[in-house]
């Protein structure tokens, strides 16, 4: 078979006498080549050289057809993931709303009969009007990803408090110290995990008082999310519960530390720990 002047110059500058070319097939069509090469003058490849080499081919093929598919059902279980969020945002916010409505409704009603109530009537209005928003936000992320890759993780934090109080009423401090720029990746795992732990709030805790706390030290970032609630016992979570092992597998995939601190009847604590040097988990002092 004639060469092409680039890949004769190659072969040449390599001092490769002969060589062999192999298809890697995947499902009847050829995906690539593997090239078996000497530089042995007058080296031919005989049958068991070619049986040998079709059979690491025919291997190679397999391993990047499962990479493939692996790499297919991460992605579409990505995406049943955003759908997910984003159903329960749809519903979330449409219930918000519907709430504030019922109250500006009645707020007239309210002021007839007693002037002092429309104060706390207004502030919960208030709350409810800015969760709804911060839902639509949050909504907004799932849908073009994108956006989320280019908020700071303090304002998707805040983002977050804001509609865990339009939800619940319950009064949520965001505290961010320093700045540090990380990877999307990163922040984007933190986002989530932070996310999980607030719909858990939300759903199980019973709290009065939230807070969240985010720290940029000089080599890791810090966040710590607290409840009052009721608490449990985290080693005795039900399997179909999947919040803390998903929090766990997203600090697990960007080399986070995450720690969960709870009790029956007490408080919940969730710390997680990034290492700014390359992301990578090592004994914290």
Do not use: C
């Not at 949520?172 to 990746?185: I, K, L, R, S, Y």
């Amino acid at each position: 078979m004639p060469l092409s002047d680039p890949v004769r110059e190659f072969l040449v500058q390599r001092n490769v006498q002969s060589v062999m070319l192999v298809p890697l097939v995947i499902r009847g069509s050829a995906v690539g080549l593997m090239s078996v090469a000497s530089d042995q003058p007058g080296r031919l490849f005989g049958a068991n050289d070619v049986r040998l080499a079709e059979t690491i081919a025919t291997d190679l093929a397999a391993a990047i057809e499962s990479a493939r598919l692996l790499e297919q059902a991460e992605a579409a279980a990505t995406e049943e993931e955003r759908s997910r969020l984003a159903r329960d945002l749809h519903d979330s916010v449409t219930q918000t709303i519907y709430s504030a409505s019922l109250i500006a409704e009645a707020l007239p009603r309210v002021w007839e009969r007693n002037p002092e109530q429309v104060q706390g009537n207004v502030t919960t209005l208030l709350q409810l009007i800015r969760g709804a928003l911060a839902e639509m936000r949050t909504l907004l992320f799932e849908l073009r990803p994108a956006a989320l890759e280019e908020a700071s993780l303090g304002r998707l934090l805040h983002q977050l408090g804001d509609v865990l109080t339009g939800r619940t009423q319950t009064p949520v401090e965001v505290t961010v110290q320093g700045e540090m720029d990380v990877p999307a990746e990163v922040k984007i795992a933190l986002y989530r995990i932070a996310q999980e732990a607030f719909n858990n709030i939300t759903k199980h805790a019973r709290a009065t008082q939230v807070t969240a706390t985010l720290q940029h030290l000089p080599d890791r970032l810090l966040l710590t999310i607290q409840d009052d609630g009721r608490g449990f016992d985290p080693d005795s979570i039900p399997a179909e519960r999947m919040g803390l092992r998903i929090m766990r597998e997203r600090a697990e995939r960007i080399g986070a530390a995450l720690t969960v601190e709870s009790a029956p009847g007490r408080r919940t604590r969730i710390v997680v720990v990034w290492l700014a040097d390359d992301g990578r988990q090592r004994p914290i002092r």
